[in-house]
């Protein structure tokens, strides 16, 4: 039988501060030029705190460039880039409630960003087991694409089309929109201004061609990353509880 782990959205789917510190000795002295070489000496003052520049006490921050983000996106992108919770990998973040995804290079310049499709189902929790049940069998409310932080990497389907792998157990991946029922409308969903119509996979997340072929890809060829699904119904502590303090 085709299960799930194979099909993904109706398509036959399978893969493969710094610190600062003080350089000043408090004990360092120069000779005062204004007495004889008799060995008179006066120290040198240290700099006091509140004299350290500024800038070196900032977190570091995630780069948008001119594109427009939501509040929750630029948080959890923020604190990626200044706790180095991407470990020096490429990063992506998915923003279920805007429907748009933001791939970031591993210093935390934006890359590129693409409106997205999802899961029909409004939630953040894959069903259990859902990746070895039949496409068949998964009920409209079961067909989420769940929150999280997930290790991802390229992979190949049963048609040999590559796609990125978000969720495995999950049978959650990230690929080219799909076009093969054209009552679906998923290119025009796509281009569509509002997320309101973004609804309508099994639960995997569509990109467009472009974007896939010239952001995404390039962006894990050769190496694993890191997707953050933005949840939807919990909150950013539920979902991220374990790996930052959401502000």
Known sequence: MIITKVFCLGFLIISFVPHLV???DKD??????NTSSS???VKVALLAPEAQPAAALLPKRANFEHELASPDARSVADWV???????GMPF???DKKEAKVFVFYVDGRLRGAAPALLGMAIGDDAVPGIGNREMSTLRPEERTTPAGRFVSYLGINYYKKDILWVDYDGAVSMH???????EERR?????????LDNRISYGCINVPVKFFNTVLKPSFVGK??????????KSKQEIFASYYDVK
């Open 224 to 233: 694993t990353g890191i997707v953050y699904v933005l949840p939807e119904v």
């Open 28 to 33: 360092t002295q120069f000779s005062n030029p």
């Open 187 to 195: 290119l025009e969903r796509l281009a569509t201004p509002t997320p």
């Open 92 to 94: 992506v973040i998915v």
């Open 39 to 41: 060995g008179n000496k």
């Open 81 to 87: 880039v200044d706790s180095g919770d991407n470990r």
């Open 176 to 182: 080219r929109v799909v076009t093969n029922k054209p």
């Open 22 to 24: 003080a350089a000043a």
